[in-house]
């Protein structure tokens, strides 16, 4: 009976060849098959050429329409309270209203209220409130070429030795395959990298806003009345590098900073991760295209990308695991999530961006109402005016625009594309 009972339980000689390597091996096969199913963007019903040829026949508000009905199909289930936890973004604006509000309305209203209230003298106002109405009217950005400026901040305008790199590589031509492929040659024109001094920073927030703007001499005017209020130079160099960004748009970097690529290469080829429907209506409500802007977009020379940002921390993959094993996993995360504002943040010291961006006026807008509702004492540079309003006012526009939440953006491991942001 027992060899009985051994002959029945003893496997197949072909079943014994799955040795746990093999079996090892099977179910990594498989986990990357689950990866890249996960990752695969699914096809629109948009895309076929009977959907194209009846969006292309639409008139541009039955678009912006459909744009916007396939935006909020998007988002039927977002929770805006809970994102801003899964961020650590504060729940409510300073002046009220959802973080992360879903209403296009809400946002363009809020913007062009800080258009009438702090640009009403700006050189600038009737191009900022046309860059508020594209978004409005559910239409890709439309601006400039990025303009051949590299803006940083120093008290006596001096900068570091690395810093000085800026201007040794942009002047260095690309190779001709690059240049086809940027559509720009960087080298062609001269760039002009200005590291401003605190008086030349009151200059130049004076000449982009229309008031008069000085450092310890409060105005009655809204930028001069907010200036006023800002006494330390770390809070004016931020409010200076996102007015920079706004007004003049190029670059802005740290003065103590160097290149390790040309700016043109940054992010480029990036992937689009746009959700499919309105990458399928996108180019319909675009009225004016070069020949050449059918191909991908591969960097912000591109007319289609307006604004180049940056991962710095996303807690769901920046683990240093020697310390892992050193700490306990909790007392770790939280230790990390206690030196970074958001629990995914994205970089402020160097920003690229073409000029009047709605995340620079929704920027500054948060910035303004805190100050001005007397938040000031209560928040730290890094909340007030740091890397952790930039990142919400980004991630506001995402979902705003592309309806692209922020929990979507968590372990990106390349360059991504929504929209006009790379």
């Known amino acids: 009976m027992l060899r009985l009972l051994q002959s029945l339980l003893r496997f197949p000689r072909h079943l014994r060849l799955l040795?746990?390597?093999?079996?090892?091996?099977?179910?990594?096969?498989?986990?990357?098959?689950?990866?890249?199913?996960?990752?695969?963007?699914?096809?629109?019903?948009?895309?076929?050429?009977?959907?194209?040829?009846?969006?292309?026949?639409?008139?541009?508000?039955?678009?912006?329409?459909?744009?916007?009905?396939?935006?909020?199909?998007?988002?039927?289930?977002?929770?805006?309270?809970?994102?801003?936890?899964l961020v650590k973004s504060p729940a409510q604006l300073p002046s009220g209203g959802n973080t992360f509000d879903i209403s296009v309305a809400t946002y363009c209203n809020r913007l062009r209220s800080f258009v009438d209230s702090h640009f009403s003298t700006s050189p600038i106002r009737d191009q900022l409130l046309a860059s508020i109405e594209t978004v409005a009217q559910r239409r890709p950005p439309r601006s400039q070429d990025l303009p051949k400026n590299v803006y940083s901040t120093s008290p006596d305008g001096s900068a570091t030795e690395a810093f000085e790199l800026w201007s040794k590589l942009l002047p260095i031509p690309l190779g001709p395959n690059l240049v086809r492929l940027l559509h720009d040659d960087p080298g062609a024109d001269p760039w002009s990298v200005v590291v401003a001094s605190d008086d030349d920073v009151d200059r130049l927030m004076s000449e982009w806003t229309g008031e008069v703007v000085a450092r310890?001499?409060?105005?009655?005017e809204p930028w001069g009345r907010l200036w006023g209020l800002l006494s330390f130079g770390v809070l004016r160099a931020d409010i200076f590098r996102y007015t920079a960004m706004l007004c003049s748009g190029s670059i802005y970097a740290d003065s103590d900073t160097a290149p390790i690529a040309h700016p043109y290469l940054w992010g480029i080829d990036a992937q689009s991760i746009l959700p499919p429907d309105l990458a399928a209506i996108m180019p319909h409500l675009d009225t004016y295209h070069p020949p050449y802007v059918r191909r991908p977009p591969p960097s912000i020379t591109h007319p289609d990308i307006s604004l180049v940002v940056a991962v710095e921390w996303d807690s769901t993959i920046a683990y240093d695991w020697w310390r892992l094993f050193m700490w306990t996993p909790l007392r770790w995360r939280r230790a990390r999530d206690d030196v970074y504002a958001r629990r995914l943040e994205l970089v402020q010291y160097l920003l690229m961006a073409k000029p009047y961006h709605p995340v620079f006026l929704d920027l500054l807008a948060t910035i303004s109402e805190n100050l001005e509702l007397g938040h000031m004492q209560d928040l730290g540079a890094i909340e007030l005016t740091g890397p952790g309003p930039f990142t919400d006012a980004v991630l506001r526009y995402l979902l705003v625009q592309y309806g692209v939440t922020p929990e979507s953006l968590r372990d990106l491991r390349g360059p991504v594309r929504i929209g006009d942001v790379m």
Do not use: C, M, N, W
Not at 40 to 54: A, G
Not at 216 to 220: F, L, R, S, W
């Open 19 to 85: 040795t746990p390597a093999k079996l090892l091996l099977g179910f990594i096969l498989f986990a990357l098959y689950i990866a890249v199913q996960s990752t695969h963007h699914p096809h629109s019903v948009l895309e076929s050429q009977e959907e194209q040829s009846r969006l292309s026949a639409l008139r541009p508000e039955e678009l912006s329409a459909q744009y916007e009905d396939a935006r909020l199909r998007l988002l039927e289930s977002f929770d805006p309270i809970r994102a801003a936890s």
């Open 216 to 220: 310890g001499h409060p105005e009655p």
